[in-house]
């Protein structure tokens, strides 16, 4: 058995943009971690060693619905024991024909994916349908003082010790500054065009915390082409906004003679207390890019400035091939998922008034029901006595076929004030049906959405809509239709990493307990049902 790649996590001193060194979750050395590059309809086995002596790990990889491998989508509790130290544990994975696009993967223990992360590109078996010259990736990430286990302590913690917020914003792994736009001495990173070429971009937003806005200096005209690894109309902007687990690609055709020979890339986060900045070069040909550049304080682009910009900022492009996107009328169950914030006790999210740090099962769902040739399978009469949510094994359970809307509903915190939340579900894209203030109203989004074909995302935004009333009580929504058609364990979470570790991810069991187990993990993955993969062999170390 050979695997197709192999991805090493090991956790070492790094020192990263401005910031002391620290403790750091690396894959292969780096963050971020190599590029996978997988064409579609492909199988590929990925060996994942966890070479760190003492933290669990498992690989997931973003976006990806892994149809044919459920058991390999690296969810811990939900989809597989976590890869103890010294262990490795071999991914399969068959992105499916009509999936290519932009991807990522990455650690999804505690806080890691804040650096243990890379690009996973999905190429098209038949070619792209855009025409460009060349591609390049914007890997964005951001950064915080502490080290992981630091931070998953305080945010564990009663009372909650907060993680601070993000000191930069890190494009391909550089970046300088800090928080209120302090100078550091880091090298920015270095895009390498040449003039008079059309590139596609891909952005990919695997930041733990930032919701990011960017623009680049003297090219204002993006032309999105693929959100979340569905091709889209094209769809022309100035700036996008990318949310932790989101990713775009867009075309930008390079000035024809450059009077310039670099122009500034600037992120800024929205959403939060304060604005964290992170700045790269668009370098046209100079030999040596800008040794340290900070840049002046805001270069000239065209970035919304106040919240009502933000907000009223909705990027919705129409997917480039028709599919069988379900009316209305097809909606077979209507769930809402209420997520609050609780403060008796720790500080914590609850979906539905459960929490999933505080729930979550010691042996994984997808092993279990393995073991136990499906005893324990979730009760849809129980869920649907209670809004969809069996409150014995504290799953959402789903049955193949049917057509669901999923309405995430803001509800904010005990101590009043609301949050933001970029929502991400694993196993399937889902059609975002937008979001909205208030309480979600299905008849009255339908008119809204007349004629309209909404794109199939993976992950989209649950806003913080408290502007008319700012008393902590104003709710918003989010809403997904989706077709039920792949078995397996699946999540449903927030990805701002603070928020998973207080418990703010739900699990969906899709398809009956045959069809679940008839996704049997092939005989090659050692270790599956015991304890996340098979220790080193002597020619492994
Ligand atoms: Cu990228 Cu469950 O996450
Ligand atoms: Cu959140």
């Not at 930008?252 to 009077?259: F, G, I, Q, V, W």
């Not at 992170?278 to 919304?304: E, R, W």
């Not at 939340?421 to 809204?448: I, Q, R, V």
């Not at 989010?478 to 039920?484: F, G, H, P, T």
Request: net charge negative; hydrophobic share 35%; with cysteine.
């Amino acid at each position: 058995f050979v695997p197709d790649a192999i991805l090493r996590v090991t956790a070492q001193n790094q020192t990263t943009s401005c910031l002391p060194s620290k403790s750091t979750v690396l894959v292969n050395g780096t963050s971020p971690g190599p590029e996978l590059r997988l064409v579609e309809g492909v199988t590929y086995w990925i060996r994942v060693y966890n070479d760190m002596p003492e933290a669990n790990l498992t690989m997931h990889w973003h976006g990806l619905s892994m149809a044919v491998s459920p058991f390999a989508d690296g969810t811990p509790q939900a989809s597989q024991w976590p890869i103890p130290p010294l262990h490795f544990f071999d991914y399969e994975i068959k992105p499916e024909v009509g999936m290519a696009g932009t991807y990522f993967y990455h650690s999804h223990v505690g806080f890691q994916a804040v650096s243990a992360a890379g690009p996973l590109i999905v190429d098209d078996c038949n070619g792209p349908p855009y025409k460009y010259d060349e591609e390049r990736i914007i890997f964005i990430q951001d950064t915080f003082t502490g080290n992981d286990s630091t931070i998953e302590a305080g945010l564990s913690h009663n009372p909650l010790k907060w993680s601070g917020e993000a000191q930069a914003i890190l494009v391909n792994g550089q970046g300088g500054g800090s928080s209120n736009g302090t100078a550091c001495n880091s090298t920015l990173s270095s895009l390498d065009i040449e003039p008079g070429k059309t590139y596609r971009f891909r952005f990919i937003g695997a930041t733990a915390l930032t919701f990011a806005s960017l623009a680049i200096e003297g090219h204002n005209s993006l032309t999105v082409i693929e959100a979340d690894g569905a091709y889209t109309q094209p769809y022309n902007t100035s700036f996008l906004q990318i949310a932790t687990g989101q990713r775009y690609s867009v075309l930008l055709t390079t000035k024809p003679a450059s009077e310039n020979t670099h122009y500034f890339m600037q992120l800024e986060s929205r959403e939060r207390p304060t604005v964290t900045r992170g700045f790269a070069v668009l370098n046209y040909g100079t030999p040596q890019p800008p040794s340290i550049f900070y840049p002046p304080a805001k270069p000239v682009m065209t970035l919304p400035n106040t919240t009502l910009g933000f907000l009223d900022y909705a990027l919705r492009p129409h997917p480039m091939y028709e599919d069988d996107y379900p009316s209305a009328q097809d909606v077979t169950r209507r769930i809402t998922m209420t997520v609050h914030q609780r403060i008796t006790g720790p500080t914590i999210w609850v979906e539905n008034n459960y929490n999933w740090t505080e729930t979550f099962p010691q042996e994984p769902y997808l092993v279990s029901l393995y073991k136990s040739d499906g005893i324990g399978f979730p009760s849809m009469d129980r869920a649907l006595a209670n809004n969809g949510l069996d409150p014995v094994t504290r799953a959402f359970p789903a049955q193949i076929g049917e057509v669901l809307e999923i309405v995430i509903q803001n509800t904010g915190a005990d101590a009043g004030g609301l949050d933001a939340h970029p929502f991400h579900a694993h196993g399937a894209h889902y059609w975002d049906l937008g979001s909205g203030n208030g309480t979600y109203n299905s008849t009255l989004n339908e008119l809204k959405l007349a004629g309209a074909q909404p794109v199939k995302r993976d992950t989209t935004m649950l806003y913080r809509y408290a502007l008319t009333t700012g008393n902590g009580t104003q709710m918003g929504w989010r809403a997904w239709r989706l077709k039920v058609t792949q078995p397996g364990v699946w999540m449903i979470h927030c990805h701002i990493l603070q928020h998973m570790i207080m418990g703010m991810q739900a699990v969906w069991v899709m398809g009956n307990s045959s069809e679940v187990l008839g996704k049997v993990p092939s005989p090659e993955v050692e270790g599956y049902l015991t304890y996340g993969g098979d220790v080193y062999g002597k020619d492994e170390v």
